[in-house]
């Protein structure tokens, strides 16, 4: 096969057939000559106001390219257990991994398997009841199921990016994946690809028990021995993965009260940012550009912006181009949002997470928490003191963007995509300081990269406070084991080495490898 990277219009990428004239023009041969083209990798260039298609083409290929190489998964039922706590991309991903190598993975999960836990992410948006087991945060699949599918990362040194793209092709997800620069899935994609990961696990003699919230590990000489549930029972294996995710706060207190090391780090808080998607497709394609988008040959403009503020960094995070909002607390007396979109990114909207740098010294104790603890405590306070602001409801605090910058109140109605619906509320006057004045300078700076930006149809949603996890639970950088409990292995997001769904699930491969090394070398 010969490599070769072109830039083409859309209508040119949209066609087999000129994409083949257009190889063959770059390699100077016949088109006939051509057997096959498979697309490698595809980008957008939106500069200069006329969109290309950057492409990296496998040309000349004698048989179709291999999508995924499956793997001899081994039956393991009967073999040594793993006890993996959390069903989260990095404890999915690690249990395949084991499988691999011939161990059993016996994965303890709060919340509820991924069709159960659908309802109770309607009753939160419609009724605002909310189950603090099972939402947007905690049950199979983790925080990412319902929340895009996004798997772009920059975490290419600390694993193999394309085994975890391929792992999802082979459990159904489109392989578009493989190709594209920005790969997502689709919320209304991953609950069955999320279903099918743990069909091969459980086909294969791994276990996994839902509804089993985690209060405890068994300690024994030092060494993590199994994970104690809430009704008692003790799941025991030759080690643990904990992969509970960044909202888990129970296991930050669990730390902190048995005095097991724990550290606070840099997190950062937001809000989320809404315009019309077609807004941001001016902006970003151009007007020329509109009948590109709505026939389907250019996608929703996305977008990507930072900025340095008061020393630190203000940037986008999990923008959904033709998506939505959806409430994302854990706990009923806090709100907190998150963005979302289906595989065809086909809402009217765009949002994004637009959060700011928060580091340790921002963070005052609050109700006598540890200096570990202090940054959950203020995300915490702040996730509180959002619920207040709309008046005790999941409806979350919304302000007109142009008015938050200006420190106006902004007049009804306010219309944005958010699931639980609005509230109406001066964000200026409740957003911490630190927070509130960061943003303010930065959507100043976004309007000046994007004109267009500080729209007055634009909205701000708050709070945007989970991209990350305000707490680090320490492991020895070449082991990966806990400095004081050996066989335990901190694992993804909610141990602050990851951040997304790609970069989770290379976390766990990473775990998972270090405890089978360790037993081979045993």
Known sequence: MITIDVSVTPEIAASPEALKRTAANALQMPVGDIVRIDVLRRAIDARRGRPKIQLRLGVNADKPTPIFDKKNYKNVAGKPPVIIVGSGPAGMFAALKLLEHGLR?????RGKEVSARKRDLALLSRQHSLNADSNWC??????????????????????????ILQQLVAHGANRNILEDAHPHIGTDKLPAIVSAIRQTVEDCGGIYHFNTRAVDLAVKNGAAQGVVAADGT???GIAVILATGHSA?????LFDRRRWLLESKAFAMGVRVEHPQALINEIQYGKACRRLVETGLLPPATYSLTAQTGGRGVFSFCMCPGGIMAPAATSPDEVVVNGMSNSQRNSPYA????????FPSDCRTIDGASPAMAG???QQATEQA?????NHSQAAPTQRLADFVNGRFSALPIKTSYLAGNTPAPLHALLPDVILQNLQQAFKQFDRKMRGFLSSDATVTAIESRSSSPVRIPRDPASLQHPQLANLYPCGEGAGYAGGITSSAIDGVRCAEKIIEKVVSS
């Not at 199979?140 to 394309?162: C, H, M, P, Q, V």
């Not at 959002?386 to 709309?390: D, I, K, P, R």
């Open 138 to 163: 905690f049950g199979e699949g983790g925080a990412g199921t319902f929340s895009d599918g996004k798997l772009y990362t920059r975490s290419n040194k600390r694993g193999n990016i394309d085994e």
């Open 386 to 390: 959002m619920f207040v602001a709309a």
């Open 351 to 358: 949002n994004a997470g637009i959060v700011v740098q928060v």
């Open 105 to 109: 993975p016996i994965v303890i999960e």
């Open 249 to 253: 706060r129970e296991v930050y207190q």
């Open 234 to 236: 003790c799941y025991e």
């Open 376 to 378: 959950m405590a203020l």
